[in-house]
């Protein structure tokens, strides 16, 4: 996505070849992923395109064709869409290392990259039959992350035998490979980036552990955990610079949904929004927009360096890309993907998405596909997000912002690392509060650089 947005303004700069290996190039791609191709809609292509055809095979043929064209004659692309090599993909894990799981009937991987070494481990116990039964939980009504309060305790139970499994089959495995026994005295703890495919990216790695204590060992115990939707996602994050989010030069937007919260809560979402701005005016501009259309939402976050959301979210299991945002009561005010998508900007830094189900995937034929609204957010720019797999209750939402935006805006700002920092003690804190309770705590999730 972000290599067509660099193809595109390269082309609305330069005229003659550009622009028609450009053209030819949309042409044939939006042919390609429309679910047919329509015979009318051959007519206005150019034959060297298509070449009267609508096989899917052959329009597969010519978007390589013009692919292997434009690393040829346009300058700056001579690896346009191409995989990242060996070199990249171990220059990408050289903050952390990257692990991608890969299971099937006939047996169960994890690949490990380092900035040293790719490797790929065994992992006999991951069947791909258990992996069904479980993401079956996530998918399928009644899932477990939706429910009564009668029904919580179950779900709850439920939710913390999974992340047992993870960690027994998955998780544990794949730090002891990589020599995360024990966790470092003294040390800060390192950063790992897991990225799903299939129904792995269903699952909350990030959580896996024996939750029956706060002593029992967890992924928490040994790393940082973070997201990222694919490779080439993260070298993307990490193509701008890292700004440190101070300075007068430097904005911070709160967004959030008109208060329908009840009389009794203990803020209503204007007050915790703008509790929000006070702590983040300590060391950078901000502001609150209560109920902003699209259109003026679209606008702040070209212009902002971070951005709040407090507000519900949608995923649609029949339309991923109308997954939403719930910026008012009505659903003109639906702020989807595909309308997120459609921005661009370079001030972009930190997306804290407080909404439900910002990086849940509901339909299970696109679970490699990873679209959700906080990958969108990182396609859109913003090099860190801040997502939840499932509904957020509102307390629990409230109170891990407050502390995240506390700790974000201690010290300079200038190591990256900060955010997911600022992620990592916030959550533990909120887990602390009943370790046995993964349903609040385990849906917040760190995405990007």
């Not at 999974?162 to 490979?177: E, G, Q, S, T, Y």
């Not at 989010?245 to 009794?264: H, T």
């Given at each position: 996505?972000?290599?067509?947005?660099?193809?595109?303004?390269?082309?609305?700069?330069?005229?003659?070849?550009?622009?028609?290996?450009?053209?030819?190039?949309?042409?044939?791609?939006?042919?390609?992923?429309?679910?047919?191709?329509?015979?009318?809609?051959?007519?206005?292509?150019?034959?060297?395109?298509?070449?009267?055809?609508?096989?899917?095979?052959?329009?597969?043929?010519?978007?390589?064709?013009?692919?292997?064209?434009?690393?040829?004659?346009?300058?700056?692309?001579?690896?346009?869409?191409?995989?990242?090599?060996?070199?990249?993909?171990?220059?990408?894990?050289?903050?952390?290392?990257?692990?991608?799981?890969?299971?099937?009937?006939?047996?169960?991987?994890?690949?490990?990259?380092?900035?040293?070494?790719?490797?790929?481990?065994?992992?006999?116990?991951?069947?791909?039959?258990?992996?069904?039964?479980?993401?079956?939980?996530?998918?399928?009504?009644?899932?477990?992350?939706?429910?009564?309060?009668?029904?919580?305790?179950?779900?709850?139970?439920a939710l913390l035998g999974i992340l047992k499994w993870l960690w027994d089959v998955?998780?544990?495995?794949?730090?002891?490979?990589?020599?995360?026994?024990?966790?470092?005295?003294?040390?800060?703890?390192?950063?790992?980036?897991?990225?799903?495919?299939?129904?792995?990216?269903?699952?909350?790695?990030?959580a896996a552990g024996d939750h029956t204590s706060e002593a029992a060992p967890s992924?928490?115990?040994?790393?940082?955990?973070?997201?990222?939707?694919?490779?080439?996602?993260?070298?993307?994050?990490?193509?701008?610079?890292?700004?440190?989010?101070?300075?007068?030069?430097?904005?911070?937007?709160?967004?959030?949904?008109?208060?329908?919260?009840?009389?009794?809560?203990?803020?209503?979402?204007?007050?915790?929004?703008?509790?929000?701005?006070?702590?983040?005016?300590?060391?950078?501009?901000?502001?609150?927009?209560?109920?902003?259309?699209?259109?003026?939402?679209?606008?702040?976050?070209?212009?902002?360096?971070?951005?709040?959301?407090?507000?519900?979210?949608?995923?649609?299991?029949?339309?991923?890309?109308?997954?939403?945002?719930?910026?008012?009561?009505?659903?003109?005010?639906?702020?989807?993907?595909?309308?997120?998508?459609?921005?661009?900007?370079?001030?972009?830094?930190?997306?804290?998405?407080?909404?439900?189900?910002?990086?849940?995937?509901?339909?299970?034929?696109?679970?490699?596909?990873?679209?959700?609204?906080?990958?969108?957010?990182?396609?859109?720019?913003?090099?860190?997000?801040?997502?939840?797999?499932?509904?957020?209750?509102?307390?629990?939402?409230?109170?891990?912002?407050?502390?995240?935006?506390?700790?974000?805006?201690?010290?300079?700002?200038?190591?990256?690392?900060?955010?997911?920092?600022?992620?990592?003690?916030?959550?533990?804190?909120?887990?602390?509060?009943?370790?046995?309770?993964?349903?609040?705590?385990?849906?917040?999730?760190?995405?990007?650089?």
């Amino acid at each position: 996505m972000k290599a067509l947005s660099k193809l595109h303004r390269q082309h609305c700069r330069t005229l003659g070849l550009l622009h028609h290996s450009w053209c030819e190039y949309r042409k044939c791609r939006d042919l390609l992923t429309a679910a047919t191709v329509p015979p009318f809609a051959i007519s206005g292509i150019a034959t060297s395109v298509i070449a009267h055809s609508t096989d899917r095979f052959e329009l597969n043929k010519q978007l390589d064709a013009l692919e292997d064209k434009i690393r040829r004659e346009v300058p700056g692309f001579a690896n346009f869409q191409r995989p990242l090599s060996t070199d990249d993909l171990k220059n990408l894990a050289n903050k952390g290392p990257i692990i991608s799981f890969n299971v099937s009937y006939i047996r169960s991987d994890a690949l490990i990259i380092t900035k040293t070494d790719i490797k790929c481990i065994s992992l006999p116990d991951l069947r791909e039959g258990d992996l069904e039964k479980n993401a079956k939980l996530f998918l399928e009504k009644p899932k477990i992350t939706r429910g009564s309060l009668n029904t919580k305790y179950f779900r709850n139970t439920a939710l913390l035998g999974i992340l047992k499994w993870l960690w027994d089959v998955a998780v544990h495995p794949v730090l002891n490979a990589m020599g995360l026994h024990q966790s470092p005295a003294g040390k800060r703890l390192p950063r790992v980036w897991w990225t799903g495919s299939g129904l792995m990216a269903l699952m909350p790695i990030h959580a896996a552990g024996d939750h029956t204590s706060e002593a029992a060992p967890s992924t928490f115990n040994f790393v940082i955990p973070s997201y990222t939707t694919t490779l080439r996602a993260l070298a993307y994050a990490r193509e701008t610079k890292w700004k440190p989010l101070r300075g007068a030069d430097c904005e911070f937007a709160f967004i959030a949904s008109p208060n329908k919260a009840k009389e009794d809560v203990e803020l209503t979402v204007e007050e915790s929004v703008h509790e929000l701005s006070d702590v983040a005016q300590q060391n950078c501009q901000a502001k609150v927009l209560i109920g902003p259309g699209k259109v003026e939402t679209l606008a702040v976050l070209e212009a902002c360096n971070a951005v709040y959301f407090g507000c519900h979210g949608e995923s649609m299991s029949a339309q991923p890309c109308q997954s939403f945002l719930k910026l008012g009561p009505d659903a003109a005010s639906h702020l989807t993907i595909q309308e997120i998508q459609g921005s661009r900007h370079q001030k972009a830094q930190l997306a804290y998405l407080s909404a439900c189900s910002t990086a849940n995937i509901s339909a299970r034929h696109l679970v490699d596909e990873v679209v959700h609204i906080a990958g969108a957010f990182s396609l859109l720019g913003f090099r860190q997000v801040v997502g939840t797999f499932w509904q957020a209750k509102n307390t629990a939402a409230r109170v891990m912002a407050k502390r995240f935006y506390e700790e974000l805006m201690i010290g300079d700002g200038e190591d990256e690392d900060c955010v997911a920092r600022a992620y990592y003690v916030a959550v533990m804190e909120l887990r602390a509060t009943n370790v046995r309770d993964p349903l609040v705590w385990a849906t917040f999730a760190h995405f990007g650089a």
